[in-house]
């Protein structure tokens, strides 16, 4: 569960819920405090993650706390429209490492396993154009874009208008 030091007293937080990994769902403070009353509850207190945080490392093994900032940033596989969690999924280098793609959360990303192989042994490809956001190509052309808000079609500006596709390099 991850709760904020102001999540337990309502009266001073603006939102007063936690976030349950388990359940993918939000905790009222009130069943978080009854929960912490329990004496069989465990609480185990870890420190806050930057998920911005940049700690590149110099090898092809993705370390713990990357995998971890991984889970907590994109918090499911992020292929479109897939829904698996990420904590069940692969930790994937955008850019290959063996290509001089780093060993970095910046070019890590959540796929679940039979995503991942898309990726790697097809023609499925994908660009990350800021944080969290990811510009996934289909084999046959077709454009999504997978955020915090969900899978959507990317449409050539030059026809749509659409402000979703990004600029041309």
């Not at 388990?22 to 998920?51: F, H």
């Not at 479109?80 to 692969?90: G, I, K, L």
């Not at 991942?116 to 490809?125: F, G, L, V, Y």
Request: aromatic fraction near 6%; include cysteine; proline fraction near 10%.
């Amino acid at each position: 569960m991850h709760v904020t030091d102001t999540t337990l007293t309502a009266d001073r937080s603006p939102n007063p819920v936690g976030r349950w990994e388990e359940g993918r769902c939000p905790i009222s403070s009130a069943q978080i405090r009854e929960w912490l009353r329990s004496k069989d509850t465990t609480i185990i207190v870890r420190p806050v993650i930057d998920l911005a945080d940049h700690i590149p490392v110099g090898s092809y093994e993705i370390p713990d706390r990357h995998k971890t900032r991984v889970i907590l940033r994109d918090q499911t596989c992020r292929f479109p429209h897939c829904t698996r969690p990420a904590q069940r999924c692969d930790t994937d280098h955008h850019r290959p490492y063996g290509e001089g793609g780093p060993t970095c959360p910046c070019n890590e990303v959540a796929l679940c396993r039979r995503h991942h192989r898309a990726k790697t042994h097809s023609r499925w490809r994908y660009d990350i154009p800021m944080p969290a956001t990811y510009l996934w190509t289909s084999p046959t052309g077709f454009r999504f874009r997978v955020d915090h808000r969900g899978t959507h079609p990317v449409h050539d500006t030059a026809r749509s208008g659409s402000d979703t596709d990004p600029p041309d390099e």
